[in-house]
């Protein structure tokens, strides 16, 4: 199995050590590839719309970008891990999802996203746990993925490993090595399913290109559409 995990902190914190919780149980049998960002992506997306109107590979910031997408197609699980900053995902991870504006649906999504399967890993002091991975998954889910799983955790107390009880430690490790030997089990040789949300909005989209094409048949997207018989009877998760 290969697994693609994107950090949206370079701390070593209680984010890295649920996540490191999560892995250890999946090591032996997987590839990992992992990215830490800012430093794997570390400028902004400054909104020029080069690969909206003309082509992602001439971003500015193409050399991490490109990278990073590269990953994520290949791998069979994508991990996605973020603590909660002012009930929000960390700047650096926001920054990066930014970069893929072009890969939503109503862009060009790649057909590999809808079969992948995902894993939000987040945690915050009371709450902003569930906001945090909502900011991922609005990305993931417009990318295309269905099967997607938030482990979140409400540490109450404390927001350093060392300080944070034992029992607590356990319990959240419990919890996390339960999830991971779930995906362990996933016969991964199969697609996730699409599920009804993402086939509504594709069926949505697909509309939308139909009219765009109508208007101009060189608009990029449209023609992306129409090159993958989109716009016909094919579909990205057939």
């Known amino acids: ?39 794997d992506c570390p400028n902004f997306c400054v909104g020029c719309m080069t690969c909206f109107g003309d082509d992602e590979h001439k971003c500015k910031d193409a050399e991490y970008v490109q990278k990073i997408e590269m990953a994520m197609l290949e791998a069979d699980l994508l991990v996605f891990t973020s603590p909660a900053y002012v009930f929000h995902t960390t700047g650096a991870m926001k920054a990066m999802l930014d970069h893929f504006g072009y890969r939503w649906m ?39 993925v269905s099967s997607i799983r938030v482990i979140s955790f409400k540490l109450m107390s404390e927001v350093r490993w060392d300080k944070i009880s034992e029992k607590k430690r356990d319990k959240m490790t419990a919890k996390l090595v339960d999830v991971a030997r779930r995906v362990k089990n996933t016969d991964f040789s199969k697609p996730a399913v699409t599920g ?29 559409w129409k090159e993958r018989g989109w716009l016909e009877d094919k579909r990205p998760w057939k």
């Open 106 to 144: 109503p862009h060009r999504p790649a057909k590999e996203m809808f079969g992948k399967r995902a894993v939000i890993i987040t945690q915050c002091l009371g709450a902003g746990g569930r906001s945090t991975a909502k900011d991922i998954k609005d990305s993931l889910s417009w990318w295309g």
């Open 1 to 39: 199995m290969k697994i693609t995990v994107i950090n949206g902190t370079e701390k070593h914190g209680v984010t890295y050590r649920l996540k490191e919780s999560f892995l250890d149980q999946l090591r032996n049998d997987s590839e990992i590839t992992e990215f830490y960002l800012p430093k």
């Open 196 to 224: 009804i949300v993402t086939r509504f909005k594709f069926y949505a989209v697909r509309m939308m290109q139909t009219g765009l094409g109508k208007d101009n048949p060189e608009y990029t997207d449209y023609k992306y």
